[in-house]
């Protein structure tokens, strides 16, 4: 009955974000590009070479998710808002994921009903969970991994290390940050102080790092090896800081305003998160790990999801690459710790958060006006089709929207100016946050030599200008429109799909020749009672 109401509220509510935000991002365009890649190719790609930036699994979902809705060959912007289906879709399972762990962690009704109201409201889960972004299905896949790591705690090593070994290496091919959930059950073990639990959480990691590696294989194999190297190590300069490409710490982006401009939007996540944080340092009392005693099974793994989680987002925050997408894998452990870490939920705190989650919900979504990118790209395929059009932001994100102007991506006014574009697009987010092209000087220049043409406010980028700056009118040469997607050779999604099914074969036949070949009711019977001797 509670699972049934929240998965409800949850569909609803994501059924009206679907409806209503309808502004996208760039990534989200890139994303469909690639969806439409695998399933017109068979080519884990948006641009000539493979994706590596991130591992290819939730790729290779949205392209059969592609063919399955039709959207394959459609236009790419179609294919944005179908794979946002599908994103609300793995959202709602991501609220009954987060009760079953709950339940594991403690069975009682309020708890239960806490947990899945909170994260059904969490602003930072309401706003990624309607995109076309990996997050969902990265937060979903996450808790699995710390389900099953809880589930199967006192389950023989022949069991629990294939099994939670190959989750965990799916999940990696997901999302890689989602390591610090992938060691959740050794901090658990470690915090339990039970070594030999320890041991078979690391074996179950080292599995899962096992069925990770498919990834450079692949690339390997593609003759990409060096391009995943290079990306690879530019995602590893951007996590640690060294490397400011985005967020609120790259150079020249004010980190106040940008949590003034997202404040409305993810209060209720804001909230939450304190809540977490007090509900943590009670829960680190009351345990004993303070005082160095041995913490019992369950308190162990919510404060190692907990401790992992706000740590690694703490660090990106403080010095790495803080974006909204990286704290969004803090709020269901936010929600977990911060009702379970009492011994008694406080009502009256949870009804508080739970108002201001739907109010923020009602004010930001079905109140707020979202579609300011489709109405500017209406407004110039009808007024000025085949003009090319300076960007904001970057050039991919108005592509689909344009389809007959020339989308350009100059930093430079006088420079578009001497190309022969004098139409300029701008939104003051855009230019506070350095988003591509975009930048307060380029911003200040439009606004001091040309004239606004057109504008449409919008929730997610603030405003929406289409701004004209006078100057020479050179012979067109270039074609209307944009250049097709370009497919990467060597980024087989069958080479890779084969690669991931002889790994997880192999996890498989180890499994059983470390414990004998187990029945179908066996390895049922396994996830079921697991936990064989909770404490």
């Known amino acids: 009955m509670i699972f049934g109401g929240a998965g409800l509220l949850a569909a609803l509510a994501y059924l009206v974000n679907l409806r209503h935000a309808v502004d996208f991002d760039l990534d989200e365009v890139m994303y469909a590009v690639a969806a439409q890649n695998v399933a017109r190719h068979g080519s884990i790609s948006w641009s000539a ?18 063919i399955l809705t039709g959207t394959a060959e459609a236009p790419v912007l179609d294919a944005v808002f179908a794979a946002r289906v599908l994103g609300a879709l793995v959202s ?3 609220v009954l994921m987060s009760g079953l762990l709950s339940r594991l962690y403690r069975r009682s009704d309020l708890v239960l009903g806490a947990v899945l109201g909170l994260v059904v409201v969490d602003g930072f889960l309401l706003r990624f969970g309607r995109t076309a972004l990996i997050e969902p299905t990265a937060v979903l896949t996450g808790l699995v991994v710390v389900y099953l790591g809880l589930r199967l705690r006192w389950a023989p090593g ?29 901090l658990a073990a470690a915090l339990e102080q039970d070594w030999q639990f320890l041991r078979r959480a690391a074996a179950a990691v080292l599995v899962g790092f096992g069925v990770w590696a498919v990834f450079p294989l692949w690339a390997v194999l593609g003759g990409a090896g060096g391009w995943w190297l290079a990306e690879h190590r530019t995602n590893l300069d951007r996590l640690a800081g060294f490397l400011q490409l985005s967020g609120m710490n790259r150079p020249g982006v004010s980190s106040t305003g940008i949590l003034g401009s997202t404040f409305a939007t993810y209060l209720s996540g804001y909230l939450i998160f304190v809540f977490g944080v007090a509900g943590l340092l009670r829960l680190l009392w009351t345990s004993g790990v303070l005082r160095r005693r041995a913490a019992r099974s369950r308190p162990a793994s919510l404060l190692a999801f907990a401790v992992l989680s706000f740590g690694f987002l703490g660090y990106c925050v403080l010095f790495g690459q803080a974006n909204e997408q990286l704290t969004a894998y803090s709020a269901v452990p936010a929600v977990l710790i911060g009702v379970l870490g009492w011994h008694t939920p406080p009502r009256v705190v949870i009804a508080a958060l739970l108002l201001t989650g739907v109010v923020a919900w009602c004010l ?7 579609d300011a990118t489709l109405r500017m790209g209406t407004h110039l395929t009808n007024s000025a089709a085949c003009e090319p059009v300076n960007a904001t932001g970057d050039a991919w994100r108005w592509i689909p929207v344009l389809p007959r102007n020339r989308v350009e991506s100059q930093p430079d006014g006088p420079a578009a100016l001497a190309s022969g574009t004098h139409l300029f697009l701008l939104s003051r987010k855009d230019s506070a946050m350095r988003y591509g092209v975009s930048s307060p000087e380029l911003d200040t220049w439009v606004r001091g030599h040309g004239v606004r043409i057109r504008e449409f406010p919008s929730r997610r980028y603030q405003t929406i200008e289409l701004w004209s700056a006078p100057g020479p009118v050179p012979a067109r040469t270039a074609p209307c429109g944009n250049p097709a997607a370009v497919v990467a050779p060597n980024a087989s999604a069958g080479l890779f799909l084969g690669l991931l099914g002889g790994a997880l074969a192999l996890v498989a036949v180890g499994g059983i020749a470390a414990g004998g070949a187990p029945s179908r009711r066996s390895v049922l019977s396994q996830i079921r009672t697991g936990m064989g001797r909770p404490r």
Request: charged share 10%.
């Open 158 to 186: 022949s069991r629990y290390v294939p099994l939670v070994g190959a989750v965990s290496g799916i999940a990696l091919l997901v999302k890689e940050p989602l390591l610090f959930t992938v060691l959740v059950p050794v």
């Open 92 to 94: 709602v399972a991501t």
């Open 49 to 66: 070479e493979p994706t590596a930036v991130h591992p290819p699994l939730h790729f290779l979902l949205l392209g059969g998710w592609s």
């Open 364 to 370: 930001n979504v079905p109140l707020a006006r979202d």
